[in-house]
């Protein structure tokens, strides 16, 4: 992947646990200490029950497909060197979160449905960012 | 509880519509009420009542901003975070209903073009930001290639969006694309955000709207016919955003049922139907959900012609945000009232009677509204 100049702050007190867990190559997400309801993104408190706060805990980094775009021009021109680039949403097997990113392959070889792995790739020293890739592939690179 | 013979629209105005450099928001805005007052047949003074929409992701919009311009303090007076004109309506509506004020101007006006906002710009950078997932032909172009694999639905069956909506503002004097889009260009067409083309996605264009809200027993001391407002409904989806499904907004079915149980209605009443469409998307979504035609089948009805001029059901005859201009679904309510009373000229629908706007705010809230010739 072309290193994106769109970059996260990494530091804000919210989401720092998830930017750090990818950095350890984990997908960590909140769960909520009164009712156990996971969620993503972070948010401050628990939107079923509305208790503050949430422990940080790992879940599997894989899923399914449940839909996906292919940028073929760049909407903004942080993307300009990037298209064509897919989008894929994969539904987390894990509390069916939905997690939003871009997929490594070729679009023509995407397909709804399909399994989905995490990949993590570091961009900067302190940013590590997900991306999906189907599920053999990436066992195969990286398992 | 029903609305109907409660309020009507008895003027509209509608600038002039594309590029309008060196002028405000407010000012475009209060240009719209100036020609919607003229169109009634009123002075602002007139008016005791101002209901305002923020401008777009520009700047402008507010009430006391707009009111102040207007010269005029009304007894009533707010700003809605959101546009798509049902909104804004259905406040006039209940604003007249607690008597709050009874000659109300709604109005928009945006310069976002003039502005060069760039709708690519993320709200915020997340995982899926930083990725590159920007701009509303994202979450547009997923709930599209969702419906693709559930459905079967082709390019060519959604292009029929776009490419009636052509033939439509072709025959519209304000529309801002008028050049013929046939299916072979659509489909020739590369794609901005697979599976959607430049043609599936609303322009960003400037200008204002306007409409004057009455009650339903003052309507008939107005110059012009009025469009009464025989139901109105909303839903909201505040919570929806963290499961895939709600791409696919199946919580617009809501407004449907209740608009349908408040107005006595169907779709079968339908003469001529307005859907708000930041993308083609939006039309598919809710031609399905409003019972125009089984969820799922929409791409099938749009190859059948129907919303195409001669259709039997026109749809966006205005030509939409894809074709018209992008007033945040504002023009779609003007052109339905002007349909009702018979100003459209050549692409005037014969006989028309009711005619039905749906709009959304996009995964969060959707409303809607009938309006007819009759009380």
Not at chain 1, 31 to 50: E, F, I, S, V
Not at chain 1, 69 to 74: L, S
Not at chain 1, 107 to 123: K, L, N
Not at chain 2, 152 to 161: R, V
Request: net charge negative; hydrophobic share 40%; glycine share 10%.
């Amino acid at each position: 992947m072309t290193q994106p100049r769109l970059l996260p702050d990494v530091k804000n007190p919210l989401a720092a646990p998830f930017w750090a867990g990818l950095r350890e190559h984990r997908l960590v997400v909140q769960r909520c200490p009164a009712c156990g309801t996971k969620r993503y993104p972070a948010a401050p408190l628990c939107t079923a029950c509305l208790t503050p706060g949430g422990e940080w805990v790992d879940v599997a980094p894989e899923g399914e497909l449940w839909s996906y775009v292919v940028y073929r021009r760049a909407l903004s021109p942080a993307f300009a060197d990037d298209v064509p680039y897919p989008i894929g949403l994969v539904e987390v097997d894990d509390a069916r979160l939905q997690i939003l990113s871009r997929i490594d392959a070729p679009p023509d070889s995407i397909s709804i449905g399909a399994r989905m792995r995490a990949r993590f790739t570091p961009v900067t020293e302190t940013v590590t960012l997900l991306s999906w890739a189907p599920a053999e592939e990436s066992a195969a690179a990286h398992d | 509880m029903s609305v109907r013979g409660r309020a009507a629209i008895v003027g509209v105005g509608t600038t002039e519509q594309g590029e309008l450099p060196g002028r405000s928001a407010d000012e475009v805005a209060v240009e719209a009420i100036s020609l919607a007052l003229a169109d009634a047949g009123l002075g602002k003074d007139d008016l005791d009542g101002l209901i305002t929409c923020r401008a777009g992701l520009g700047v402008g919009g507010v009430d006391t901003g707009v009111g102040e311009l207007l010269g005029i303090h009304p007894r009533y007076s707010a700003t809605l975070q959101y546009g798509t004109c049902n909104f804004s309506l259905h406040l006039a509506v209940m604003a007249i209903l607690a008597g709050l004020a009874d000659t109300i101007a709604i109005a928009y006006g945006a310069t976002q073009r003039s502005e060069k906002i760039n709708f690519g710009v993320p709200h915020s950078v997340d995982l899926a930001s930083t990725a590159g997932f920007v701009h509303i032909a994202g979450p547009a172009g997923l709930a599209l290639q969702r419906h693709k694999y559930l459905y079967g639905t082709t390019d060519e069956q959604f292009g029929n969006i776009a490419v009636a909506q052509r033939q439509w503002a072709q025959l519209n004097p304000l529309a801002i694309f008028q050049k013929p889009l046939s299916m072979a260009e659509y489909l020739e067409q590369p794609y901005l955000v697979e599976p959607l083309r430049r043609a599936d996605v609303t322009m960003i264009s400037d200008g204002g709207a306007a409409l004057i809200v009455t009650s339903a027993d003052r309507a008939a001391e107005f110059p012009k016919p009025a469009a009464h407002v025989r139901g109105i409904a909303e839903t909201t989806a505040l919570d929806g955003g963290r499961t895939p499904e709600n791409l696919m907004r199946p919580w617009i079915a809501n407004v449907a049922r209740d608009l349908y149980a408040s107005s006595g209605m169907g779709p079968q009443d339908v003469d001529a139907l307005y859907i708000q469409d930041p993308t083609a998307v939006w039309v598919l979504q809710m031609l399905e959900y409003y019972g125009f035609c089984p969820v799922g089948e929409g791409g099938r009805f749009l190859a059948e012609g129907h919303t195409y001029p001669g259709g039997r059901l026109p749809l966006n005859t205005n030509g939409g945000q894809l074709s018209e201009s992008y007033m945040w679904g504002w023009l779609h309510l003007c052109e339905a009232v002007r349909q009702l009373r018979g100003e459209c000229g050549p692409r005037q629908i014969p006989d028309v009677e009711v005619a039905m706007y749906c709009s959304t705010m996009t995964f969060a809230k959707g409303a809607a509204s009938i309006i007819s010739t009759s009380r």
